[in-house]
Nanobody, 126 residues
């Protein structure tokens, strides 16, 4: 059974940094996709960043390019997100997501991911 557990969230002032981590249990190989999504109050869940099995290649939402960096540690079964120069609009609950098999279409589609964590809160004050 796959379980994802996020950690590292907290409250920071604008311009600060945070490091998020997602511990993945029950995954026997590097997943096809490992991604971060976020959801602010009253808004839909939106994609943040993804790292693929091969390459590894990555992609980012336009709103976080140049500020966030996604990475993985295969040995530790963790997915990480380094967030720098945080802005108030980054305030949200951040979720990690996994798709084990290849395919699935657009990476930003939440329905293409099989497993989700419970989220970790990130609050950025101005």
């Amino acid at each position: 059974q796959v379980q994802l557990t996020e950690s590292g969230g907290g409250s920071v002032q604008a311009g600060g940094s945070l490091e998020l981590s997602c511990l993945a249990s029950g995954i026997l190989r590097v997943p096809s996709r490992m991604a971060w999504f976020r959801q602010a109050p009253g808004k839909e869940r939106e994609p943040v960043a993804i790292i693929y099995r091969n390459g590894p290649s990555t992609d980012y939402a336009d709103s976080v390019k140049g500020r966030f960096t996604i990475s993985r540690d295969v040995a530790k079964n963790t997915l990480n997100l380094h967030m720098a120069n945080l802005k108030p609009e980054d305030t949200a609950v951040y979720y990690c997501a996994v798709r084990s098999d290849p395919g699935g279409g657009t990476w930003s589609n939440v329905r293409s991911y099989y497993y989700w964590g419970q989220g970790t809160q990130v609050t950025v004050s101005s």
